[in-house]
């Protein structure tokens, strides 16, 4: 029984989470796993709950942080070192950044024969500056000759790695989209919806709009409150807005609310009706999701975006911005994307779906079939067993 050392950044809740989940339960018997990774950021929910649902107990490295420190990072390199040595894999998989330079590294240096990587996201844009960009694409080129396989989540991904930031040749790149149990998404709709609306006080004639994700730059949820402020502005029809998710930036956002004019609550410290919801973290946004009417996305880059993958399963319609991999992920049948630099056209396309119910629920019937198609799980094991065991052979 071949066996993988599978290496995640961290278990924070987010989509890598799920679909190592997925990897580690499903590729067994006929592959043994031993999965390992980094612990939440402070800021950030646990998604440790995932894999005890699952039966599944992964090893939480403490050596191993999002941000770079030297000292940690040799840390966390070491306990790697001393684990393959242990464990004896025949495959190290590592996921994500930080997983990927200590773990390949790790790997090669202890000669384990297979190594594989995939990019759920990456940084070569909208997170720094040209000189660190370089720096970090750099590092990458070189980790990419040191592995067997590298995973882009979408074809949009591997073109941007193969042909804009050069990191490996075609070949050595394989496109392997997410895969997720969608189940939670499709089931108990009514009663999810009813739970969601009688919690955070929403009345019958409110449309509910969703913004899911961290807190922090790339995410642009300035793009979000603007367009609502826009709606709020130009619209008969009464709205509340969510935001679910937290992080470093939550204070500025608040703060935007108030030059916006937008009145806003933290949920978690002031339960009130309001056009601008901070729910913080929820552990189950399929209750979220069954209570909006709208999905939005504003990232300035995204690898595969989780939650629209979950709002489609959700039959929501979406306003997104066409970054990174999402139109490999959405339906254009049920989402308007937007390119970046058109804020105006984000909130004219948002306000249209809010005053057009018939377009609104048109759009929201297109998405579930196609990502049930595209995003299963079983897919997703299916097309990395068979990587695996060409490599292996």
Not at 100 to 123: E, S
Not at 218 to 244: G, T
Not at 271 to 290: E, M
């Given at each position: 029984?071949?066996?993988?050392?599978?290496?995640?950044?961290?278990?924070?809740?987010?989509?890598?989470?799920?679909?190592?989940?997925?990897?580690?339960?499903?590729?067994?018997?006929?592959?043994?796993?031993l999965?390992?990774?980094?612990?939440?950021?402070p800021?950030?929910?646990?998604s440790?709950?995932i894999?005890?649902?699952?039966g599944?107990?992964?090893?939480?490295?403490q050596?191993?942080?999002?941000?770079?420190?030297?000292?940690?990072?040799?840390?966390?390199?070491?306990?790697?070192?001393?684990?393959i040595?242990?464990?004896k894999?025949?495959?190290?998989?590592?996921?994500?950044?930080?997983?990927?330079?200590?773990?390949?590294?790790?790997?090669?240096?202890?000669?384990?024969p297979?190594?594989?990587?995939?990019?759920?996201g990456?940084?070569?844009?909208?997170?720094?500056?040209?000189?660190?960009?370089?720096?970090?694409?750099?590092?990458?080129?070189?980790?990419?000759?040191k592995?067997?396989?590298i995973?882009?989540?979408s074809?949009?991904?591997?073109?941007?790695?193969?042909?804009?930031?050069?990191?490996a040749?075609?070949?050595?790149?394989?496109?392997?989209?997410?895969?997720?149990?969608?189940?939670?998404?499709?089931e108990?709709q009514?009663?999810?919806?009813?739970?969601f609306?009688?919690?955070?006080?929403?009345?019958?004639?409110?449309?509910?709009?969703?913004?899911?994700?961290?807190?922090?730059?790339?995410?642009?949820?300035?793009?979000?409150l603007?367009?609502?402020?826009?709606?709020?502005?130009?619209?008969?029809?009464?709205?509340?807005?969510?935001?679910?998710?937290?992080?470093?930036?939550?204070?500025?956002?608040?703060?935007?609310?108030?030059?916006?004019?937008?009145?806003?609550?933290?949920?978690?410290?002031?339960?009130?009706?309001?056009?601008?919801?901070?729910?913080?973290?929820?552990?189950?946004?399929s209750?979220?999701?069954?209570?909006?009417d709208?999905?939005?996305?504003?990232?300035?880059?995204?690898?595969?975006?989780v939650?629209?993958i979950?709002?489609q399963?959700?039959?929501?319609?979406i306003?997104t911005?066409?970054v990174?991999?999402?139109?490999?992920?959405?339906?254009?049948?049920?989402?308007f994307?937007?390119?970046?630099?058109?804020?105006?056209?984000?909130?004219?396309?948002?306000?249209?779906?809010?005053?057009n119910?018939?377009?609104?629920?048109?759009?929201?019937?297109?998405?579930?079939?196609?990502?049930?198609?595209k995003f299963?799980?079983?897919?997703?094991?299916?097309?990395?067993?068979?990587?695996?065991?060409?490599?292996?052979?």
């Amino acid at each position: 029984m071949p066996r993988i050392l599978r290496i995640i950044n961290r278990f924070n809740l987010g989509g890598p989470s799920y679909n190592v989940a997925n990897l580690t339960k499903f590729l067994a018997p006929e592959f043994e796993t031993l999965l390992i990774g980094g612990d939440k950021e402070p800021d950030e929910d646990s998604s440790l709950f995932i894999f005890k649902e699952m039966g599944l107990e992964p090893m939480v490295l403490q050596e191993m942080s999002r941000s770079v420190n030297l000292l940690q990072d040799i840390k966390a390199y070491n306990r790697i070192k001393k684990i393959i040595k242990e464990f004896k894999p025949d495959i190290v998989h590592t996921h994500a950044a930080k997983a990927g330079a200590l773990g390949r590294l790790a790997a090669y240096n202890c000669k384990v024969p297979v190594i594989v990587h995939t990019f759920h996201g990456h940084v070569f844009h909208s997170y720094f500056g040209k000189a660190k960009t370089a720096f970090y694409r750099q590092i990458e080129r070189n980790l990419a000759k040191k592995t067997s396989a590298i995973i882009a989540i979408s074809e949009k991904q591997k073109q941007e790695l193969c042909q804009e930031h050069h990191i490996a040749p075609e070949e050595k790149i394989k496109v392997i989209p997410l895969g997720f149990d969608l189940s939670r998404f499709t089931e108990n709709q009514a009663e999810k919806r009813k739970t969601f609306r009688h919690e955070y006080k929403i009345n019958d004639d409110e449309i509910c709009i969703v913004i899911i994700g961290r807190l922090v730059p790339v995410k642009n949820h300035s793009l979000f409150l603007k367009a609502i402020q826009f709606v709020k502005n130009n619209s008969s029809e009464k709205i509340r807005a969510f935001i679910v998710g937290d992080g470093h930036m939550r204070n500025d956002l608040t703060q935007l609310c108030k030059e916006l004019n937008l009145d806003f609550c933290y949920w978690p410290q002031e339960k009130k009706n309001a056009t601008v919801t901070f729910t913080s973290w929820i552990t189950d946004v399929s209750f979220s999701l069954a209570g909006s009417d709208l999905v939005c996305l504003t990232s300035f880059n995204e690898g595969t975006p989780v939650s629209l993958i979950e709002a489609q399963a959700a039959s929501r319609a979406i306003v997104t911005t066409k970054v990174g991999g999402i139109e490999n992920a959405v339906s254009e049948k049920a989402a308007f994307l937007i390119d970046i630099n058109h804020e105006k056209t984000f909130s004219e396309k948002l306000l249209f779906l809010i005053e057009n119910d018939t377009q609104r629920q048109q759009m929201s019937r297109v998405g579930k079939v196609f990502v049930s198609d595209k995003f299963s799980y079983k897919r997703l094991v299916t097309d990395t067993r068979n990587l695996y065991l060409g490599l292996l052979s």
